[in-house]
């Protein structure tokens, strides 16, 4: 946990009903031949968070498909802005990472993404799921606000609505992230088509491309390596 700075209309409603949030994600390449101690050293790690009665929740995923196969993601969800500025002990947690994951891995990105509540209708519980679909997405400079409004409108449009999440980043708001939970590996063929109606809305209008690239992989979640507060799990 690396410290950095059914219906349609049902899910729409309940989304735009909620407060918008913030998730902070970090990406980790195993070193060669070192994912099993990457492993053993994030548990550790997982146990420090514990040990300091860290508030937070932390979910881990193992990518299994694309080009990043292999890699490690941890990420917080649902925090506020004033919840990122003030972290569980943000020293030792950064000494405690370089102790115990640090020797392991190389971080390839640490970002934080603001929801988009309403495109999205996660709940927290979802991001448990078994298997989760991250789709990331570099608009057009400048065109983001209609990349927001042809989205909205395809998921508004589509006669299925899957649990998903639309975050836009905190640091560029030209790069975007689509993410998608799912209990069964049947269900991927749905998302890719659910996926593709989104990307299809926010295809070309007239010349002018508005996502310009597209990164889709999937990651099997790692219940052993996440972290719930003991206080939900009473």
């Not at 506020?80 to 003030?86: G, K, V």
């Not at 209708?121 to 608009?139: G, I, S």
């Not at 998903?164 to 790069?175: D, E, G, K, L, P």
């Amino acid at each position: 946990c690396m410290t950095v700075a059914a219906c349609t209309g049902v899910g729409v409603l309940v989304a735009m009903e909620r407060q918008a949030t913030v998730a902070r994600i970090v990406v980790w390449e195993p070193k060669p031949g070192m994912a099993n101690k990457l492993e053993e050293g994030y548990k550790r790690h997982l146990e420090w968070h514990r040990r300091n009665d860290d508030r937070w929740m932390w979910e881990g995923w193992t990518v299994i498909s694309g080009g990043r196969y292999g890699y490690f993601v941890d990420g917080t969800f649902f925090r506020t802005w004033t919840e990122l500025d003030n972290p569980v002990a943000p020293a030792a947690d950064a000494a405690d990472n370089a102790a115990n994951v640090l020797p392991y891995a190389s971080i390839r990105s640490a970002s934080v993404y603001d929801e988009l509540p309403d495109l999205s209708n996660l709940r927290a519980e979802q991001l448990q799921f078994p298997l989760m679909t991250f789709c990331y997405l570099d608009v057009a400079p400048g065109r983001g606000a209609e990349f927001e409004s042809r989205t909205g409108k395809a998921m508004a449009a589509g006669d299925r609505q899957f649990p998903h999440a639309v975050f836009r980043s905190a640091t560029n708001a030209s790069r975007y992230l689509v993410m998608l939970p799912s209990e069964h590996l049947s269900s991927l063929r749905e998302q890719a088509e659910f996926l593709a109606r989104l990307l299809q809305a926010a295809a070309r209008k007239g010349d002018a491309v508005l996502v310009e690239h597209v990164r889709e992989e999937t990651a099997r979640h790692r219940p052993e390596l996440s972290y719930v507060p003991e206080r939900r799990l009473q």
